[in-house]
Structure formats: C-alpha cells, structure tokens
C-alpha cells in the first residue's frame, strides 16, 4: 500500500542525538550461508521476498539519521556497507550512486547492482539520472529489494555525471525538473525520499541563490536549454513545495564545473557552514543533513549540539572505519560502549566474504574487490605497512578469504586484533566558532520579495500623492 504523499520517517525524528532503542530488532545471517550452492540460491530468495519485508514492517524502530554515511562512487558497495554494519548497528548507510538507466537495462542482473544483506537496514538507495521515465522504472525495479529510502543524486560534480551525463550537480540549474523527478518517485515507491545536493555551483554562490542559478544556453547542456527562460531560483522552496521531499542532505561547498576533478572539489571550494544553518532557519517544517569536512564523531557531535538535524560523513568513514565507525552507536546514539574487537569483525568478514567471492562469474567479485574494503582497517596501527605488503602479494594466489587472512595477519599484533575500539580522537574546535555571526539574511521566497516590491511602490505612491 502507498504511503501518504507527504510521508517520511525523517519527519517523525527529534533532532536529539541521545536516544537509545529498546529492544531493537535485527534479523540473523544464519540463512545466508547455506552449504550447497542451491541452498544459498533458495536463501538469497527468501531474504529478499520475506526478510527484508519484515524489516520494513519494523523499520519505525530504527534510530534516525543522526549518523550516515556518504555515498561515494567505487567505495560503498556491498562489500564496505557489510563492513560498515558489523562496526556500527545504528548508522545510517547509502549506495553508492547508481544510474538509472543502468538499474532499467540491467533489469535481468539486478542483484549484482540492488542486493544487500538484511543486516544492512537502514539504507538508503541513491539514484541518478535526467530521464523521469527511467528514474520512474529504476525505482519500480528497486522496490523488491526493500530500501529504507530513496534519494536523487544533485550534488555529483564529476566530468562523467554532471558534464557528458547532463546529471549530478547540473540538476541543480533546474529546480523544476528535480520536483518532478522526486514525485515520480515518490509515486513509484512506498519510501521516504531525499535529495543531495551542493550549496552553490560556479560563481553563484550567494545564499539567496543556493542552489537557484540561471545559465546561458552554451553553459547548460541540451537538456537545459528549453527551460532558459524560466525562474530556476529557490531551489529547496520549490522541491519541497511541488514535490514530497521533506529530507535534503546538504554538501556545505559549492561545486566548481570548470574541468577540476571530484577531489579538488571537495577541497578547493571553501566550507560554508552558515548556509547550512540558514537553512534550518529558513526551512523548520523540512529536515536537513550536513555533510563535508566532518571527520569523526567529536565533530559530528558539535554539528548536532549546533542544531543539524542529521551529520553525513564520507571519507573518514571509508579511510578510517575502525575509529569514526566504532564510536557512533555509543557516541552519537547513546548506545552502551561496545567490546567488539577487530578480530571479532574479521571473522565475520570472512564469512561474508567466502559466501560472495566469483558469486557473478569468474573474478565477479575477485578477492582483491572483496578485499577492498579492508585496505584501511588497521589505519596508523603497528603492523599496517607490513600487512598491506603481504595483501599485495597474497591477492595474486589467495583463492579464500580464510587462506588471505590466515597469510597476512600475521603481521598485525594480537594487542590490536584483540582491542577494543579506543577513545575517540578529538576533533577540531573551531568548526563552528562564531557561526551566528556568520548566518545570512533570513530567506525569502520570489512571492515574498514582490510582495515587498508591491508594498514599496505602493508606500512612494503614497508620498507621491501627500506631497502632490
């Protein structure tokens, strides 16, 4: 059954970052791991048509997205997200983006793209594309597969997605399409929706432009060109006005598209938190999450102390897992501090990873894929160097995840496999120092704004005829 148009689990969520679920519920990995190879076939079956909708029936009992972790291209797939879970029961996780035109002509191979373990709840699909018809089947196509929510990819800055693809952060020129896109999604699914998106692009980048910028037609691709003429400004007024989505995840830089690559784009454009902020202001019925240059939970807490509704971190969460991951559902969600260790994770890793290897075909995932994930466990630990040394040379003859680990955590000391995660690294002080003063003028929409103009000309009119 359909939800409500204007449904969302974000809506119902205090921005409170101490709350602890009683009695969660979590579903085993015991009927992943058949034997035969018929039997994990049966069991991957029964996951996605009966598991996963008994977690949807519960998903309300799921902590909110106090904690996420980006999606980021290559890196959250499967194999981190199962990583990601065993290290953290609360954080929210996403895809990395899929197209959706490689979800509609992938139609008969969707469980390479779209599958995911029971465990993995809550995540969250992301999506990209500039065709409704296609964002419109691609969604269809995922609703089998059960995901907490689905969100549209606006802040992508790369040559391949939001140059030649005319998708990404170039979805941000076009308020009005991106509306459309979210209903027809919405429509075609019975999740929340959300949307990720930059604060500005290119040389617009005042906060009453966020995310609103008119282009001349040599500047915006095809796509774009007949819609020139239109008001393309106010961007969250109007996909949130003229569409369900109640949930933006804000990136607080904006995005240079004049050649730089993806990863000069998260450094050079200078961070504007104030924006951010602004926006919790200017927008109290809709919710935000913050996102870039938050590093570990310390600062993660100082965003949510400072008023975010929700915190998205990316890269720390990938390089360093074991200690941005290993404090969140303690930290952040009030959760009691666990002893995991891990060597605990690791044997659970295995697992997993034995039951995926050449799952698609030879080498579909091959262990170096499946491996991946782990290249950063041991982050500024003894015996790092050494063991990513013997994994280099083991990824040419390990056929296991059992006979990889067996040769090369050798060179991990057992005083850091066996150790519980340890305190948190502080973070920096001044993330948000003087952030008050820095907030911008109150928003206002184009309605309000001629409303003053109307007002204003009304009031000199007036003068006109007094000293007439």
């Known amino acids: 059954m359909m939800r409500p148009a204007g449904y969302t689990l974000i809506a119902s969520f205090n921005p409170i970052h101490s709350i602890i679920l009683k009695h969660h519920r979590r579903l085993s990995l015991n009927i992943l791991y ?14 996605k048509h009966q598991l996963h909708t008994k977690v949807v029936m519960v998903a309300g009992q799921y902590l909110p997205p106090l904690f996420s972790v980006a999606p980021m291209m290559d890196w959250t797939n499967n194999h981190y997200r199962t990583l990601a879970r065993m290290i953290s029961k609360h954080a929210w996780l996403y895809t990395e983006m899929i197209a959706a035109e490689t979800i509609v ?26 065709n409704l018809d296609n964002i419109a089947k691609a969604t269809e196509l995922a609703n089998a597969y059960c995901y907490d929510e689905i969100n549209l990819n606006c802040g992508c800055p790369s040559p391949k997605v939001a140059g030649h693809g005319c998708f990404g952060v170039r ?49 915006l691709g095809d796509i774009f060109r007949k819609a020139l003429n ?4 106010d961007f969250i007024y109007k996909v949130s006005s003229q569409s369900p989505t109640r949930h933006f995840i804000i990136h607080s830089r904006k995005a240079l598209l004049n050649g730089i ?6 450094r050079i454009p200078p961070l504007k938190y104030e924006y951010y902020y602004g926006l919790l202001r200017d927008f109290p019925d809709l919710r935000f999450t913050i996102n870039g240059g938050i590093n570990c ?30 404090h969140v559902d303690s930290a952040v969600y009030g959760a009691p501090i666990s002893d995991l260790s891990r060597r605990q994770v690791l044997e659970q890793y295995q697992v997993y990873g034995d039951s995926v290897l050449e799952k698609y075909g030879p080498h579909r995932p091959s262990i170096r894929e499946v491996v991946k994930p782990l290249l950063h466990f041991f982050h500024s630990e003894p015996g790092n160097g050494l063991w990513k040394r013997k994994a280099d040379a083991a990824f040419f003859h390990c056929k296991t995840m059992k006979s990889f680990l067996e040769e090369t955590l050798v060179a991990i000391p057992d005083s850091v496999l066996d150790a519980p995660v340890a305190k948190a690294p502080p973070g920096r002080d001044d993330l948000f120092t003087n952030l008050n003063d820095l907030l911008p003028p109150p928003y206002e929409t184009r309605e309000q704004e001629q409303e003053q103009e109307q007002e204003q000309e009304q ?7 007094l000293y007439a």
């Open 297 to 326: 939970v310390d600062e993660v807490n100082a965003a949510l102390r400072q008023g975010a509704h929700g915190v998205m971190v990316g890269r720390a969460a990938y390089h360093n897992p074991w200690y941005t991951l290993g």
């Open 230 to 233: 239109e008001d393309r400004s």
């Open 34 to 47: 058949g034997n035969s190879a018929k039997s994990k076939k049966s069991a991957a079956h029964i996951q």
């Open 261 to 266: 690559s993806p990863a000069d784009n998260r």
């Open 105 to 130: 002509y992938q139609e008969k191979n969707l469980d390479r793209f779209l599958e995911f373990s029971p465990e993995q709840h809550p995540i969250v699909l992301q999506i990209g594309g500039n």
């Open 171 to 219: 979805l941000m020129l076009d308020p009005k399409f991106v509306a459309e896109a979210m209903s027809v999604i919405a429509a075609s699914s019975d999740v929340p929706v959300s949307v990720k998106c930059r604060i500005g692009l290119d040389d617009h980048d005042s906060y009453n432009e966020l995310l609103g910028y008119v282009k001349t037609g040599e500047q």
């Open 459 to 465: 009031e000199q009119e007036e003068e006109v005829l």
